[in-house]
Every structure is written in C-alpha cells, then in structure tokens.
C-alpha cells in the first residue's frame, strides 16, 4: 500500500514537472496560484473586480487591464466550459492571485479568429483579484447597493489621482506645454507654415492616442498600429481622418486643440478627463482618465461656398377643425 502510495506521489510530481509546475484541472486547465488567502472562492452571481494580462506562451501580451489604470469589475459568469478562464477564476478568492494556460484549440473554435500572427498552443491568463461581493443570500437590491458604492469609491480614489497622473506625465516627458482656460495641455513640436482652421473647417489630420502608462489605443497611422500592435478592423484604411471642426463631432479637447494647429504642424496634446470621456470613459479609457494624442494637422479643408445648400424641411399646414 505504501508502495502505491509513493507511486502516485512520484507519478503526481512527474507531470507537474512536465506542465511547467502547473496542476491540471478539469478541462485540460493548467493553473498554478501564487497567492491563496484562504478566503470563500468566487462563485457564479459574484461581484469580481480583478486585473488580468493575456499572453501567448511566447510571451507576447494580446490583452493587459493595468494599462487602462483600472480593474476589470463584472458579475461572474457561468463557466462556458469545463477549463475555460471562468473555471480558473472560480478557483479563487479575494486578493488571490494565479496563473492559468488554456489550449487555444479550445478557445478559437465556432469560428472565432485567432489574433494576427497567433501560432502558440495555449493561451497564458495572469489573474490578480483586486475585491468580490459575494451574491450569496443577500437580495438584490442590498447586493447592487454594496457594488454601487464600490465602484463609486473607486472612481472617486481614480478622479483624485487624475491631477498627479497628468503632472507625472509631464514630467518624465520633460514638456514645457501651455494650457489654455479649459485645462487643454498641449505642445507645438512643429509649428508648420499653413493656416489655422476655423469653424466650419474640416481638418484633415494624423493622430497617435495614448494613455498616460504610455500604451496605445487608437491610431491613423500604419506604421504605429504595426509598431505597437494595435488591433485595427481589417476593413479600415488607416490614413488621414476628416473633422469637421468645432461642430461637437470629437471630443471638447480636439474641438479646441485643432484650432490651435497651423498645416502642416505637429504636437502633443494633453487632455484631461473633463474635456474628454468624463466619468464614464469608452472602451479602454475609463472614468477621469486623462489621455495623450500625438497629432499632425496635414490639411485644412474650407467649407465650398457654391455648395448647394441643404432643402429646408416643409412643415405640414395644422390640421382644421
């Protein structure tokens, strides 16, 4: 019995060696937690507010939530599947933290693409969670409440950090910006020669969005998109893009900033929360979240005078007694 005994420990040992120190759960999950901390683990209904970075098992990053400066918050799902990332993350608890693989063959299938250039067998999951309120028995107007105030919290700590974000930015950037009345930060690194465009102009224009960790999320420009491996829908043209300027089509902070841009010039501009996404924040920018844009006004483009002036709509007669 002893024999047996030893046998299975060694064999155990053996194929825990093989999978690279991961232990192997249902599914094909392999998972390795760094950090246990002994607490209820995450169940279906929970409240989970996590950070998480997604590599290929070459090491390049497809995915990681500290660039936006914000943890992923989301009420747990049903697992998909037995070893999928749901799974893994139900083996956790508050504060834990965990290394998951997960075959790619079971991840891309039902027609799902795999990222460009995606050759490895598994994807890596590196999972840090941050808070859970558990469902358990609460209802559900006491459970939304203890989220409500979590996430405002949260937001408040973010919106407090902005100012310091911003100056930190600059510094380590070493820019000597101006600012104008609404808080736009920017810098002329090229003047350019042409004109200005003014209301009712279409600029034609370059840009680079960052944010402030540096991480791009948006760009027209080919070369970075390649650079910094930016996803970008296969049916768009990255080049030039037009805005009408000073119609509320863009952001306050670009409304503003393309006015200050000759043809032809380059700059930095630094746009806080309040002239940009706010409180609420979009895709991979969130709530106070400062952002950077690198941009080059390449045309100014004047309204045609001889335009045909759109039809003015007829009103119908009010209706007789």
Known sequence: MKRKLMFLALAAIGLASCNGGFKQGDGGLLYN??????????KEGDFVSLNMVVKTDGDSVLMNSYDSGRPMAMPMPKAQ???????????????DSAT????ADSIFKNGQQRPPGFKGKYLVFQVKIDKVIAKGALNEQVWRGRVTDYLKSQADAVKT?????????????NLKVEKTASG??????????????????????????????????????????????????PMRQLAPIRIPVGEGKVIPGWDEGLQLLNKGAKAIFI????IAYKDQGVGPIGPYTPIVFEMEMVNVVHPNPNAPK????????PATR
């Not at 937690?33 to 995450?42: E, L, N």
């Not at 100012?163 to 380590?172: E, L, M, R």
């Not at 948006?218 to 829908?233: C, L």
């Not at 746009?271 to 309040?274: E, R, V």
Request: positive net charge.
């Open 271 to 274: 746009i806080p929360s309040d």
């Open 310 to 317: 759109p039809a003015v709509p007829q009103l119908a007669p």
């Open 81 to 95: 599947a037995k070893g999928d990332i749901y799974a893994g993350i139900n083996l956790l608890g508050e504060g």
């Open 33 to 42: 937690i760094h950090t246990s901390k002994g607490g209820v683990k995450i």
């Open 161 to 173: 950090q902005e100012p310091g974000k911003i100056k930190k930015y600059i510094a380590d950037h």
């Open 184 to 233: 736009l930060l920017y810098v002329i690194t090229n003047p350019g020669t042409g004109e200005k465009p003014a209301v009712g102009d279409t600029a034609v224009v370059n840009y680079t969005g960052r944010l402030v960790t540096g991480k791009v999320f948006d760009t027209s420009v080919k070369e970075v998109a390649t650079k910094e491996k930016v996803p970008v829908d």
């Open 100 to 103: 998951f693989k997960i075959a």
